[in-house]
């Protein structure tokens, strides 16, 4: 059984960055999708970003391109997400996901096996 545990969440003002990181564990076989997806009360869950562990695939949702950047570090199995110029509507719980195969599809939430219980992000303006 997977297990997925975030950190890096917290408060910040209008322009500022945060680092998000998830740790995989207990992965056999190995895990070979990560990504970030994020819920605001009263809006529908946003695959906000994704990314192959053994390529350089990675995948954006328009919202955050240019200001949030996914990485990886294969032998920490963990993932991060670097959020820069955060604005007000970024505000969230930020929740890790990661699934053995190669998604098609790393911002359509059911193409993900393995969610982690979420960070919160707040942005105040």
């Known amino acids: 059984q997977v297990q997925l545990v975030e950190s890096g969440g917290g408060s910040v003002q209008a322009g500022g960055s945060l680092r998000l990181s998830c740790a995989a564990s207990?992965?056999?076989?190995?895990?070979?999708?990560m990504g970030w997806f994020r819920q605001a009360p009263g809006k529908e869950r946003e695959g906000v970003a994704g990314a192959y562990t053994s390529s350089g695939y990675k995948i954006y949702a328009d919202s955050v391109k240019g200001r949030f950047t996914i990485s990886r570090d294969n032998a920490k199995n963990t993932v991060y997400l670097q959020m820069n110029s955060l604005k007000p509507e970024d505000t969230a719980m930020y929740v890790c996901?990661?699934?053995?195969?190669?998604?098609?599809?790393?911002?359509?939430?059911?193409?993900?096996?393995?969610w982690g219980q979420g960070t919160q992000v707040t942005v105040s303006s």
């Open positions: 207990g992965a056999n076989p190995s895990i070979n999708s």
């Open positions: 996901v990661a699934d053995q195969k190669r998604v098609l599809d790393a911002l359509d939430p059911r193409s993900f096996g393995y």
